[in-house]
């Protein structure tokens, strides 16, 4: 009997516990962020805004070419992000190591398979933003509807980019799926390469339409989005232009998926063109210092430069700031952490070759290690740090070691196997001979990859007037500039030349080699505008898309090694002299033609067959 | 209570021996496959190395989006793989230096296997001679196409040395390999009757020593490959 009561008790607790909770439960969610919250403002827009562009696909100091370590966001984990990796320091390993401009931490071309980049989540939140807009003209106004749309548009088309880059064609998704829909409508079909990059460039043309002139620093404004067409429209017309010369053979190339119609280059190099002249009078090349060297260094580093034309910025109170200062120097100079990737003799005589050899072959002797900057033109002195230059009131003091004596010519004595050669070599810097530092603080030496193996550092990006105390791991604010106007007029001299307007080429390559104190070109060739490009560019993470985009990738990275050049002193003359020698790692890079285009990631095939045919040879 | 409790139990363990009794009863991975990689021109073993031949394999009994598998055929111009699931595949010979073959295989693939591929090489390497003097090792060869029409660029022709058999693209060493290759980069069509014979110069061997050579003929197709000459041996004598 008793049990009967407890049971009646239990029961209507029960009974009377679910019917209140029922009426309380029916409130709006409060750990979600509903439409109305974002869309009721331009500020709750912003606040969308910002994880866009957060993930946009930009290839910064951060940015991991091989995909780098696990991120972990508000407790999900992102395996090979790439963009915005985990421990985003190592910033030496960037995609200018494998390319030959500098030599780094990859043991080979160790970048070329990509790592699944599939940013349709970040497409989504775009396509709910140009989905919704519309219907809050009430509460946002139509010109800041208008101008938001506009954004959105040349946001997507930067995700499209990045996808159109590595894969070719991608499905193009313009409105977000509805995750209840049948199977058959969530698994869309790829379209064309064609299609892809059309879309991209409508995509941009809205953005230049819909968006007003000038924008806060870090957004897109209409001069963004047409200055992103001119690098896109360029892209795809090396595509239909080189790809239709070298490519793999498959059933996506048949299918069109991969490779565009050799005749539809000149379209594209128009629309590159087109866009590119569009910011004519608008940006202009930062050129505010006389001294030539300087204005070349500051031009990365000085913030309202009127040739930044859209940038990523980092900082220290929000936990993003990056650490190129103390990833590109050596410790010697800097209070923690260590460099890892070299500027490369290949790289550095893309400027022609530097006075090392007599005419006889000898090696020339040098009084000073600074002598070698005599004459060498103030852009490559601003790109690469020399031996003998300075920082944070340091020299640059690299020596790969000691001649007791020297005596034939270079080529012979870097011939020899190295146990023949009579040099004094050390493994640390403190070794002495005869009381002579054998090897310099920065280097070279073989004993790790933290000091030079190449002879050289990078300057480009390096801030001198942080003092060497605070240069530490996530200490670095100054902003990446994705887009800014000399590439601008590269990609406008690139596409002029590919359509015969050679006086448009020459004129905006000279207007960029009189900014570097290089001496003008009485005449243009193709192979020059490629080559100011490279020297122009080094470092930002171009050349990788400019090798793949020509389709000389395979031809430049065949089996490829790459030079330094070594300082040593020679002890019984006082002096300095320079050897030609493949780096001190001497890696080999090879290309491989499929590499043209990366494989759909097989993640990706498994959630959607429809994927396939995959690109060729994977 | 207790006959609560004691019925719980008698419940959960039925329901673990149950589970327990379920085994896995899909066939493990004890199919094979096997065979040849014939040169169609002259009928021998295709002279390949590692890196080079692979045949593709994709089990289309399994799923119809397959993610493809590979054997890499050995340096004989043999190929084997003894653990691959039953099962019906869809199957092609790829990345060497022949004619791309189309057509794929369909075939069921069960213990002990076999089907041989007979591929026509771009480049055959006739007349393939060698001479040492002192440390100075000179191959000699000339290069003939099977078929002329659409052949991919020849990119050049380059000596493999190596200490073991296993020597080939990938295998060999670099200082008296890769650094005396001789550019060609022609078509062979366009190649002058002197220049189908070619001369290989290797300086500096080391005296004392046994290595195995062969020589490479490079062509620009979608893998780069290259067609072999047979492997020789080369005893380099002391002084």
Same mark, same amino acid.
């Given at each position: 009997?008793? =049990?009967?009561?407890?049971?009646?008790?239990?029961?209507?607790?029960?009974?009377?516990?679910?019917?209140?909770?029922?009426?309380?439960?029916?409130?709006?969610?409060?750990?979600?962020?509903?439409? !109305?919250?974002?869309?009721?403002?331009?500020?709750?827009?912003?606040?969308?805004?910002?994880?866009?562009? %957060?993930?946009?696909?930009?290839? +910064?100091?951060?940015?991991?070419?091989?995909?780098?370590?696990?991120?972990?966001?508000?407790?999900?984990?992102?395996?090979?992000?790439?963009?915005? $990796?985990?421990?985003?320091?190592?910033?030496?390993?960037?995609?200018?190591?494998?390319?030959?401009?500098?030599?780094?931490?990859?043991?080979?071309?160790?970048?070329?398979?990509?790592?699944?980049?599939?940013?349709?989540?970040?497409?989504?939140?775009?396509?709910?933003?140009?989905?919704?807009?519309?219907?809050?003209?009430?509460?946002?106004?139509?010109?800041?509807?208008?101008?938001?749309?506009?954004?959105?548009?040349?946001?997507?088309?930067?995700?499209?980019?990045?996808?159109?880059?590595?894969?070719?064609?991608?499905?193009?998704?313009?409105?977000?799926?509805?995750?209840?829909?049948?199977?058959?409508?969530?698994?869309?079909?790829?379209?064309?390469?064609?299609?892809?990059?059309?879309?991209?460039?409508?995509?941009?043309?809205?953005?230049?339409?819909?968006?007003?002139?000038?924008?806060?620093?870090?957004?897109?404004?209409?001069?963004?989005?047409?200055?992103?067409?001119?690098?896109?429209?360029?892209?795809?017309?090396?595509?239909?232009?080189?790809?239709?010369?070298?490519?793999?053979?498959?059933?996506?190339?048949?299918?069109?998926?991969?490779?565009?119609?050799?005749?539809?280059?000149?379209?594209?190099?128009?629309?590159?063109?087109?866009?590119?002249?569009?910011?004519?009078?608008?940006? &202009?090349?930062?050129?505010?210092?006389? +001294?030539?060297?300087?204005?070349?260094?500051?031009?990365?580093?000085?913030?309202? &430069?009127?040739?930044?034309?859209?940038?990523?910025?980092?900082?220290?109170?929000?936990?993003?700031?990056? &650490?190129?200062?103390?990833?590109?120097?050596?410790?010697?100079?800097?209070?923690?952490?260590?460099?890892?990737?070299?500027?490369?003799?290949?790289?550095?005589?893309?400027?022609?070759?530097?006075?090392?050899?007599?005419? +006889? @072959?000898?090696?020339?002797?040098?009084?000073?290690?600074?002598?070698?900057?005599?004459?060498?033109?103030?852009?490559?002195?601003?790109?690469?740090?020399?031996?003998?230059?300075?920082?944070?009131?340091?020299?640059?003091?690299?020596?790969?070691?000691?001649?007791? =004596?020297? &005596?034939?010519?270079?080529?012979?004595?870097?011939?020899?196997?190295?146990?023949?050669?009579?040099?004094?070599?050390?493994?640390?810097?403190?070794?002495?001979?005869?009381?002579?530092?054998?090897?310099?603080?920065?280097?070279?030496?073989?004993?790790?990859?933290?000091?030079?193996?190449?002879?050289?550092?990078?300057?480009?990006?390096?801030?001198?007037?942080?003092?060497?105390?605070?240069?530490?791991?996530?200490?670095?604010?100054?902003?990446?500039?994705?887009? %800014?106007?000399?590439?601008?007029?590269?990609?406008?001299?690139?596409?002029?030349?590919?359509?015969?307007?050679?006086?448009?080429?020459?004129?905006?390559?000279?207007?960029?080699?009189?900014?570097?104190?290089?001496?003008?070109?009485?005449?243009?060739?193709?192979?020059?505008?490629?080559?100011?490009?490279?020297?122009?560019?080094?470092?930002?993470?171009?050349?990788?898309? +400019?090798?793949?985009?020509? %389709?000389?990738? !395979?031809?430049?990275?065949?089996?490829?090694?790459?030079?330094?050049?070594?300082?040593?002193?020679?002890?019984?003359?006082?002096?300095?002299?320079?050897?030609?020698?493949?780096?001190?790692?001497?890696?080999?890079?090879?290309?491989?033609?499929?590499?043209?285009?990366?494989?759909? $990631? @097989?993640?990706?095939?498994?959630?959607?067959?429809?994927?396939?045919?995959?690109?060729?040879?994977? | 209570?207790?006959?609560?409790?004691?019925?719980?139990?008698?419940?959960?363990?039925?329901?673990?021996?149950?589970?327990?009794?379920?085994?896995?009863?899909?066939?493990?991975?004890?199919?094979?496959?096997?065979?040849?990689?014939?040169?169609?021109?002259?009928?021998?073993?295709?002279?390949?190395?590692?890196?080079?031949?692979?045949?593709?394999?994709?089990?289309?009994?399994?799923?119809?989006?397959?993610?493809?598998?590979?054997?890499?055929?050995?340096?004989?111009?043999?190929?084997? *793989?003894?653990?691959?699931?039953?099962?019906?595949?869809?199957?092609? /010979?790829?990345?060497?230096?022949?004619?791309?073959?189309?057509?794929?295989?369909?075939?069921?693939?069960?213990?002990?296997?076999?089907?041989?591929?007979?591929?026509?090489?771009?480049?055959?390497?006739?007349?393939?001679?060698?001479?040492?003097?002192?440390?100075?090792?000179?191959?000699?060869? *000339?290069?003939?196409?099977?078929?002329?029409?659409?052949?991919?660029?020849?990119?050049?022709?380059? /000596?493999?040395?190596?200490?073991?058999?296993?020597?080939?693209?990938?295998?060999?060493?670099?200082?008296?390999? *890769?650094?005396?290759?001789?550019?060609?980069?022609?078509?062979?069509?366009?190649?002058?009757?002197?220049?189908?014979?070619?001369?290989?110069?290797?300086?500096?061997?080391?005296?004392?020593?046994?290595?195995?050579?062969?020589?490479?003929?490079?062509?620009?197709?979608?893998?780069?490959?290259?067609?072999?000459?047979?492997?020789?041996?080369?005893?380099? /004598?002391?002084?």
């Amino acid at each position: 009997m008793k =049990s009967i009561h407890k049971f009646i008790i239990a029961i209507s607790i029960g009974v009377g516990a679910s019917v209140t909770s029922c009426q309380k439960l029916n409130i709006p969610p409060t750990n979600i962020v509903t439409p !109305d919250v974002i869309y009721s403002s331009e500020a709750g827009v912003r606040s969308f805004l910002a994880t866009i562009y %957060r993930n946009l696909p930009i290839e +910064d100091f951060k940015y991991r070419p091989d995909g780098g370590d696990d991120a972990n966001v508000n407790g999900i984990v992102y395996h090979l992000p790439g963009f915005n $990796p985990g421990n985003p320091w190592m910033n030496f390993y960037n995609s200018a190591s494998v390319t030959g401009e500098e030599v780094g931490p990859y043991g080979g071309l160790d970048i070329a398979g990509g790592f699944g980049y599939w940013p349709y989540g970040d497409i989504r939140n775009v396509n709910t933003l140009i989905a919704e807009l519309p219907k809050h003209v009430g509460s946002l106004s139509q010109p800041t509807v208008d101008a938001l749309l506009g954004e959105a548009h040349f946001l997507r088309a930067y995700y499209y980019f990045g996808l159109a880059k590595r894969y070719g064609g991608v499905p193009i998704i313009k409105e977000p799926q509805d995750p209840g829909a049948p199977l058959s409508q969530l698994q869309v079909h790829r379209d064309k390469e064609e299609a892809t990059w059309d879309f991209i460039g409508a995509e941009l043309d809205l953005g230049y339409q819909m968006m007003p002139a000038t924008s806060d620093v870090g957004r897109a404004n209409k001069y963004v989005a047409a200055a992103l067409k001119s690098r896109a429209m360029l892209y795809a017309g090396c595509i239909a232009k080189y790809g239709s010369v070298n490519f793999v053979d498959g059933q996506a190339r048949s299918l069109g998926l991969v490779g565009i119609p050799a005749s539809k280059a000149n379209t594209y190099f128009q629309a590159a063109y087109d866009a590119a002249k569009l910011l004519e009078g608008h940006y &202009s090349l930062y050129n505010a210092n006389s +001294d030539k060297v300087q204005n070349y260094v500051d031009l990365f580093l000085k913030s309202g &430069s009127p040739e930044n034309i859209f940038i990523k910025q980092y900082s220290i109170a929000n936990n993003t700031a990056h &650490s190129w200062d103390a990833t590109m120097s050596p410790r010697y100079m800097t209070a923690n952490a260590l460099s890892r990737s070299y500027p490369t003799l290949d790289f550095v005589s893309l400027w022609g070759s530097l006075p090392v050899t007599n005419a +006889d @072959g000898t090696p020339k002797r040098f009084n000073d290690r600074a002598e070698l900057m005599q004459g060498v033109e103030p852009r490559l002195l601003a790109t690469v740090y020399f031996p003998g230059a300075t920082l944070r009131g340091l020299t640059f003091d690299m020596q790969r070691g000691i001649y007791p =004596s020297f &005596s034939g010519t270079a080529a012979a004595e870097v011939a020899k196997p190295a146990n023949s050669r009579s040099y004094i070599l050390a493994g640390d810097v403190k070794t002495l001979y005869q009381g002579k530092q054998v090897i310099g603080f920065t280097g070279p030496w073989t004993g790790g990859d933290e000091l030079t193996r190449t002879g050289f550092y990078v300057r480009k990006y390096v801030d001198y007037n942080k003092p060497q105390a605070t240069v530490d791991l996530y200490r670095s604010e100054q902003p990446w500039i994705d887009l %800014r106007y000399g590439e601008i007029l590269l990609n406008r001299a690139e596409a002029a030349m590919e359509l015969g307007n050679t006086a448009d080429a020459l004129s905006d390559i000279n207007q960029l080699r009189d900014r570097a104190g290089a001496t003008s070109y009485v005449s243009i060739d193709l192979n020059k505008v490629r080559n100011e490009r490279r020297m122009e560019l080094a470092f930002e993470n171009q050349y990788y898309w +400019d090798l793949k985009r020509w %389709r000389t990738a !395979d031809i430049v990275l065949d089996r490829a090694h790459f030079k330094g050049l070594m300082p040593y002193y020679v002890f019984n003359e006082n002096k300095y002299i320079f050897l030609a020698e493949p780096e001190l790692y001497n890696r080999e890079y090879t290309f491989q033609k499929q590499f043209y285009y990366e494989g759909i $990631p @097989g993640g990706e095939i498994a959630k959607n067959p429809n994927l396939l045919p995959n690109n060729p040879n994977y | 209570m207790k006959k609560l409790i004691s019925n719980f139990l008698l419940g959960a363990s039925i329901l673990a021996v149950s589970a327990c009794t379920k085994t896995d009863n899909y066939g493990g991975p004890n199919a094979s496959f096997q065979g040849r990689l014939i040169d169609a021109t002259t009928h021998a073993n295709f002279e390949t190395s590692q890196n080079s031949i692979q045949i593709q394999l994709e089990q289309i009994s399994w799923s119809a989006t397959p993610t493809p598998q590979f054997i890499p055929s050995k340096s004989d111009g043999t190929f084997e *793989d003894s653990k691959l699931f039953k099962g019906t595949y869809r199957i092609i /010979p790829k990345g060497g230096a022949f004619w791309p073959v189309y057509d794929s295989l369909k075939m069921e693939i069960k213990q002990g296997s076999s089907h041989d591929f007979e591929l026509t090489p771009y480049i055959t390497i006739k007349n393939f001679t060698h001479d040492l003097v002192g440390t100075t090792l000179t191959l000699k060869f *000339d290069i003939d196409a099977p078929i002329v029409a659409g052949l991919p660029t020849i990119i050049d022709a380059q /000596p493999y040395v190596n200490t073991t058999k296993l020597v080939g693209a990938g295998a060999s060493i670099r200082d008296f390999s *890769d650094v005396n290759a001789v550019t060609i980069n022609k078509e062979f069509i366009d190649l002058a009757p002197a220049e189908k014979s070619i001369t290989l110069t290797i300086p500096n061997l080391i005296r004392g020593r046994t290595f195995f050579a062969r020589v490479g003929v490079r062509l620009n197709d979608s893998f780069k490959s290259s067609n072999f000459s047979e492997v020789i041996q080369i005893d380099v /004598p002391n002084q």
